[in-house]
């Protein structure tokens, strides 16, 4: 027989907690092992837990411990488990603090089921899921490493443009005008064949350019 995919949820929505569970219990080879409400209700339950997951959904925003708290204590507790916050809020300086509390994808709450579940699935084999990544490049990023061309000034920036300071507050850091930073994001948005800084911070981090 064959082994599913140990999935946990977490989120302080009891309502939407139940549909996303049953969803996920309706993917092929994907089963739900538990749910929590917020993240200490998560901890106490992880404590008497037989199966661990392999992957866990984490609302960001929840009372009592937060989900970048949380990501945080998985990382540190559970290295192995693959982290996928899911929420409302889309804001850039949110989702880099997901990203580098230990997440490897972000996901909005509008995605449709097939979404979810490709997500899941690129997750657990990828070790990651990037919405942003335009697929009609591949072939050339692979033949041609992003990393050896890369020139230190993008190096640094890209750096920089995984914490959570805003584009002006990186020009000043490195000395340059915020026409050239513009510069710098715009070359590094086609070069990791992106579109947002969201997906240039998750290909960086995927590609062991960014150490977080």
Same mark, same amino acid.
């Given at each position: ?11 302080d ?35 008497? @837990? ?24 998985? /990382? ?31 996901l ?6 097939e ?39 993008? /190096?640094?920036?890209? @750096? ?36 947002? /800084? ?15």
């Amino acid at each position: 027989m064959t082994m599913k995919i140990a999935v946990g949820l977490v989120d302080d929505h009891h309502l939407f907690r139940k549909a996303l569970s049953m969803m996920v219990q309706s993917f092929v080879g994907f089963e739900v092992v538990v749910d929590a409400e917020n993240g200490k209700d998560l901890q106490e339950k992880l404590n008497g @837990q037989t199966v661990i997951p392999q992957i866990m959904l984490l609302d960001v925003e929840m009372p009592v411990l937060n989900g970048r708290d949380t990501a945080r204590w998985l /990382r540190q507790q559970y290295p192995a488990m693959k982290l996928v916050a899911l929420s409302m809020n889309d804001q850039e300086t949110i989702v880099l603090e997901m990203i580098r509390a230990g997440c490897c994808s972000y996901l909005l709450k509008d995605i449709t089921p097939e979404v979810l579940e490709q997500a899941l699935t690129e997750v657990y084999h990828k070790n990651y899921y990037n919405s942003d990544l335009k697929q009609n490049n591949l072939a050339t990023l692979m033949l041609n490493p992003v990393a050896a061309t890369l020139t230190d000034k993008e /190096r640094e920036f890209l @750096q920089w443009a995984c914490s959570d300071l805003t584009y002006r507050q990186i020009a000043g850091r490195m000395k340059v005008s915020e026409r050239t930073v513009d510069g710098y994001r715009e070359s590094l948005f086609e070069k990791f064949n992106v579109g947002s /800084r969201t997906g240039l911070a998750l290909e960086a981090v995927r590609r062991g350019i960014v150490k977080l």
